[in-house]
Nanobody, 124 residues
Framework: QVQLVESGGGLVQSGGSLRLSCAAS????????MAWFRQAPGKEREFVAA????????YYSTGVKVRFTISRDNAKNTVYLQMNSLKPEDTAVYFC?????????????????WGQGTQVTVSS
């Protein structure tokens, strides 16, 4: 079992920045893919970013590429999402997830454990 706890969400103005954190416990995640998804009101949950176990490859959805950066600190069993140039359409609940495998897949059904989510609200 892996427990994931997100933090760092909040209210920010358009153009601002936030850094989300996801702390894992229960087992080491250093070999596994970590990802961020988000769900806006009335919409389905969507992929945002993912990173391989060693942090040597990362993947982004088209809408956040360049503005967001995913990273990880395996010594702290933690993954981060740095979000810059935020837009109102980035408003959503952001979820951290882990896939107990080493290859990145983008569909949420491939992820084994999920956090409870953290709210990000971007005002215009």
């Amino acid at each position: 079992q892996v427990q994931l706890v997100e933090s760092g969400g909040g209210l920010v103005q358009s153009g601002g920045s936030l850094r989300l954190s996801c702390a894992a416990s229960g087992r080491s995640i250093d070999r596994y893919v970590m990802a961020w998804f988000r769900q806006a009101p009335g919409k389905e949950r969507e992929f945002v970013a993912a990173i391989t176990g060693r942090g040597d490859n990362s993947y982004y959805s088209t809408g956040v590429k360049v503005r967001f950066t995913i990273s990880r600190d395996n010594a702290k069993n933690t993954v981060y999402l740095q979000m810059n140039s935020l837009k109102p359409e980035d408003t959503a609940v952001y979820f951290c997830a882990t896939r107990l495998a080493q290859n990145v897949l983008l569909g949420q059904s491939y992820y084994d454990f999920w956090g409870q989510g953290t709210q990000v609200t971007v005002s215009s």
